[in-house]
Nanobody, 124 residues
Framework: QVQLVESGGGLVQAGGSLRLSCAASGRTISIYTMGWFRQAPGKEREFVAAISWVGSTTNTADSVKGRFTASRDNAKNTAYLQMNSLKPEDTAVYYC?????????????????WGQGTQVTVSS
């Protein structure tokens, strides 16, 4: 069993940056692919980014490519989402998730464990 806790969300102006953290407990995340998803008000939850367990493979949604970067520090049992050049349309609750195996999946149902989410609000 893996417990995930996100932090780092908040209110930021357009063009600003935030770094989200996802701290894992229960088991080491070194063997899990870590994913990031978001859900805006009135919309379905969508894939944002994911990183393989060794950090050598990443996948990023087209809507955030070039602005968001997923990373991880297995020694700290923590995954990160660096978000730069934020836009108002990035406003959402952001979730981290973990899945077993090396495949860097974009589908939500591929992930086994989820955090509770952290709110990111980008003002114009």
């Amino acid at each position: 069993q893996v417990q995930l806790v996100e932090s780092g969300g908040g209110l930021v102006q357009a063009g600003g940056s935030l770094r989200l953290s996802c701290a894992a407990s229960g088991r080491t995340i070194s063997i899990y692919t870590m994913g990031w998803f978001r859900q805006a008000p009135g919309k379905e939850r969508e894939f944002v980014a994911a990183i393989s367990w060794v950090g050598s493979t990443t996948n990023t949604a087209d809507s955030v490519k070039g602005r968001f970067t997923a990373s991880r520090d297995n020694a700290k049992n923590t995954a990160y989402l660096q978000m730069n050049s934020l836009k108002p349309e990035d406003t959402a609750v952001y979730y981290c998730a973990a899945k077993k195996g090396m495949a860097v999946a974009t589908q939500q149902d591929a992930y086994d464990y989820w955090g509770q989410g952290t709110q990111v609000t980008v003002s114009s």
